[in-house]
């Protein structure tokens, strides 16, 4: 069993940052791969970011790439999503996610999933 915690989350203007953190429990945090994936209102919860086991691979929507980055510390048992130019489209609340050894950026592939954090752009 893995437990996910988010934070970071926030109100923050249209060009701002946030930088969005998720703490895991567990001793095998290296054997996951994480992801990152949002849900508006209204809409269906999609990708955002993954990262591979190691951190060399990351993969990004087409809608955050060049402005989000994702990263992850397997001493800290912690994965992070930088959040650059921020738009109001970006509005959502944003989960962090694992899935054992495979990387995948299907949201009903993962095993396990925080209980998600607020992120607000004001236009």
């Known amino acids: 069993q893995v437990q996910l915690v988010e934070s970071g989350g926030g109100l923050v203007q249209a060009g701002g940052s946030l930088r969005l953190s998720c703490a895991a429990s567990g001793r095998t945090f290296s054997t996951y791969t994480m992801g990152w994936f949002r849900q508006a209102p209204g809409k269906e919860r999609e990708f955002v970011a993954a990262i591979s086991l190691s951190g060399s691979s990351t993969y990004y929507a087409d809608s955050v790439k060049g402005r989000f980055t994702i990263s992850r510390d397997n001493a800290k048992n912690t994965v992070a999503l930088q959040m650059n130019s921020l738009k109001f489209e970006d509005t959502a609340v944003y989960y962090c996610?694992?899935?054992?050894?495979?990387?995948?950026?299907?949201?009903?592939?993962?095993?396990?999933w925080g209980q998600g954090t607020q992120v607000t752009v004001s236009s």
């Open positions: 996610a694992s899935r054992k050894f495979i990387l995948t950026m299907k949201p009903d592939e993962y095993d396990y």
